[in-house]
């Protein structure tokens, strides 16, 4: 790993205050970013894949991923010369109540890189107890990195803002695990994810700070950020950190509107779990939308109350912004300003969501009752069961001067076809007829506007089923279908001949399998 190592240069992490006790005794961290913690060893640790993109814009070649120095490295068996890992410090909001100090439980730093103009931090997650472990044993099983690896890389191929992934490995140990938190604890294999990002900073990061009153370490914290990361905003001031605060408002919402779009539903979305760069970060029982369904969450801990339910997110976003937009205060000390970033997130919401939608459906000028027939199509996909991700993509091959052949191109995407009844027909195609007439105002010709549509309604996403046959199988030791999917998320708006069969609705067998519909914290 010759390129990846002279890329090894002043990490940006080392100007922030360190801790200055090193090890992973668990401890509460003042006035300082992070800890040094090295890896814990792995017993028998074995390669699964690497995405040969993220080797390329590491500087890693094919040959050299498959070594031993890299095996050993990827998984906590050795420590590249001249590096000193480690792991952050951050608390957050945890479904709404501050949960004090949080940081880097299982995740750890391995070290940073500069190639091409590019700036990236690897990271170890379940490589072992930090500082921040608290009782937990800081370790990851298969099952959830294999979600997390595969479900980063095709987020980016999606083109949505996440974090990457570079390597998937299994450590040989065996993690203690309940899956369902009902006392049925089991040994499963444990796994580690390489995860590659700018910065893994996120809201969380800039709270401890606040919540500890420690403003000056606060201040450092948010100057290397601006500096490193928002360097186009200029030298640190009050006038940046606002301007700071507005960009990070723009990014999460940007990244929110992108969820919406192809349906994923995060699951988890604490402050902790929300990147200050505007990533999707920390890939736990996330979910993708089978029937759409604004209520619609996979994480079985928010069952009740259901705070990160699809249809929350964008307020979720909002409601994380207000701590974060609290946890920078003492560096603004100006309520209004930040009140107005936080009003604009609100109307920027509305007209960033209304286009969006409208291109999903094909239009591309702005007529003022497309509000209405954006929000009458949601309703009547809610009249029963219909699979979001075939009903919009469907919904390109729809002819504007045919609109009764609508319901014969939507209807792949009814999880009951019993249960259409005259009543849900009579809605579908007077909304197709409006659809129809509305379609008579746009310029584009009928193949035109389904190119177009096809770019922003994937064909193909990791339904929770398909994970979970990859899972399946890997846990049998059969690894295949792990590279299948990876492959095949790669290109998720194409039309992809060989792979008909994951263009299909989620098999009845899924319906209420844990992993599928159902995913807890347990990772
Ligand atoms: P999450 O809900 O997965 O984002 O995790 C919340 C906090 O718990 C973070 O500080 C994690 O680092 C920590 N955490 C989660 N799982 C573990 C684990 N197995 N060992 C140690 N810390 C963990
Ligand atoms: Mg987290």
């Known amino acids: 790993m010759k390129t990846f190592k002279s890329h090894i240069k002043?990490?940006?992490?080392?100007?922030?205050?360190?801790?200055?006790?090193?090890?992973?005794?668990?401890?509460?961290?003042?006035?300082?970013?992070?800890?040094?913690?090295?890896?814990?060893?792995?017993?028998?640790?074995?390669?699964?894949?690497?995405?040969?993109?993220?080797?390329?814009?590491?500087?890693?070649?094919?040959?050299?991923?498959?070594?031993?120095?890299?095996?050993?490295v990827f998984t906590g068996n050795q420590v590249l010369p001249n590096t000193k890992p480690f792991a952050?410090?951050?608390?957050?909001?945890?479904?709404?109540?501050?949960?004090g100090q949080l940081g880097d439980g299982r995740a750890i730093n391995l070290t940073e890189v500069n190639y091409k103009n590019q700036h990236w931090a690897l990271q170890l997650k379940g490589a072992g107890e930090t500082p921040y472990s608290r009782t937990a044993d800081?370790?990851?099983?298969?099952?959830?990195?294999?979600?997390?690896?595969?479900?980063?890389?095709?987020?980016?191929?999606?083109?949505i803002p996440t974090t990457r992934a570079l390597s998937l490995s299994v450590t040989g140990d065996q993690v203690l695990r309940d899956v369902m938190y009902n006392g049925n604890s089991e040994y499963e294999e444990g796994?580690?994810?390489?995860?590659?990002?700018?910065?893994?900073?996120r809201f969380g990061s800039?709270?401890?700070?606040?919540?500890?009153?420690?403003?000056?370490?606060?201040?450092?914290?948010?100057?290397?950020?601006?500096?490193?990361?928002?360097?186009?905003?200029?030298?640190?001031?009050?006038?940046?950190?606002?301007?700071?605060?507005?960009?990070?408002?723009?990014?999460?919402?940007?990244?929110?509107?992108?969820?919406?779009?192809?349906?994923?539903?995060?699951?988890?979305?604490?402050?902790?779990?929300?990147?200050?760069?505007?990533?999707?970060?920390?890939?736990?029982?996330?979910?993708?939308?089978?029937?759409?369904?604004?209520g619609w969450t996979p994480n079985t801990t928010d069952r009740q109350h259901k705070r990160y339910r699809y249809g929350n997110q964008p307020n979720i976003g909002l409601w994380n912004l207000y701590q974060l937009a609290n946890a920078l205060y003492p560096l603004i000390e100006d309520v209004e300003s930040l009140q107005a970033i936080l009003d604009e997130y609100k109307s920027d919401f509305e007209t960033q969501s209304l286009q969006m939608m409208r291109s999903k459906i094909g239009l591309f000028q702005a007529e003022e009752s497309d509000l209405k027939l954006i929000q009458d199509l949601e309703?009547?996909?809610?009249?029963?069961?219909?699979?979001?991700?075939?009903?919009?993509r469907n919904l390109s091959k729809f002819e504007k001067d045919k609109p009764s052949n609508g319901l014969g191109i939507i209807q792949e995407a009814f999880y009951n076809p019993d249960?259409?009844?005259?009543?849900?027909?009579?809605?579908?195609?007077?909304?197709?007829?409006?659809?129809?007439?509305?379609?008579?105002?746009?310029?584009?010709?009928?193949?035109?506007?389904?190119?177009?549509?096809?770019?922003?309604?994937?064909k193909y996403v990791l339904r929770n089923y398909m994970a979970q046959l990859a899972i399946d199988d890997a846990e049998k030791g059969d690894y295949a279908l792990i590279d299948e999917l990876f492959q095949l998320l790669k290109n998720p708006y194409s039309e992809q001949e060989a792979s008909q069969k994951w263009f299909a609705k989620r098999p009845e067998w899924?319906?209420?399998?844990?992993?599928c519909s159902m995913l807890s914290c347990s990772s």
């Open 10 to 72: 002043d990490t940006f992490t080392s100007e922030l205050p360190a801790d200055p006790i090193a090890g992973s005794d668990r401890r509460q961290v003042e006035k300082a970013c992070f800890s040094y913690v090295n890896p814990k060893l792995t017993k028998n640790p074995k390669l699964l894949h690497v995405s040969t993109e993220m080797l390329t814009n590491l500087g890693i070649s094919e040959a050299e991923s498959q070594s031993k120095e890299f095996l050993n």
């Open 88 to 99: 952050m410090c951050y608390g957050g909001h945890q479904f709404g109540n501050w949960a």
């Open 138 to 159: 800081g370790l990851a099983v298969l099952r959830s990195s294999i979600r997390e690896y595969l479900c980063s890389e095709a987020m980016f191929h999606l083109g």
């Open 191 to 201: 796994a580690i994810v390489c995860r590659v990002a700018p910065s893994f900073l």
């Open 206 to 294: 800039f709270e401890i700070l606040a919540a500890r009153e420690d403003t000056t370490t606060l201040k450092t914290l948010t100057d290397y950020t601006i500096t490193h990361f928002y360097p186009e905003l200029g030298a640190p001031s009050k006038e940046t950190y606002l301007a700071f605060f507005k960009v990070v408002s723009e990014r999460t919402l940007k990244m929110i509107i992108d969820w919406q779009r192809v349906g994923f539903v995060h699951g988890v979305m604490n402050t902790d779990n929300l990147s200050i760069l505007g990533l999707t970060i920390d890939y736990g029982p996330y979910g993708w939308l089978e029937g759409f369904d604004f």
């Open 379 to 392: 309703d009547v996909l809610h009249m029963m069961e219909t699979d979001m991700t075939i009903a919009f």
């Open 419 to 458: 249960a259409l009844t005259d009543e849900i027909k009579t809605v579908w195609n007077n909304w197709f007829v409006k659809y129809a007439d509305r379609l008579q105002k746009e310029t584009l010709t009928d193949e035109e506007r389904a190119s177009k549509m096809n770019e922003v309604n994937p």
């Open 510 to 515: 899924a319906r209420n399998k844990v992993g």
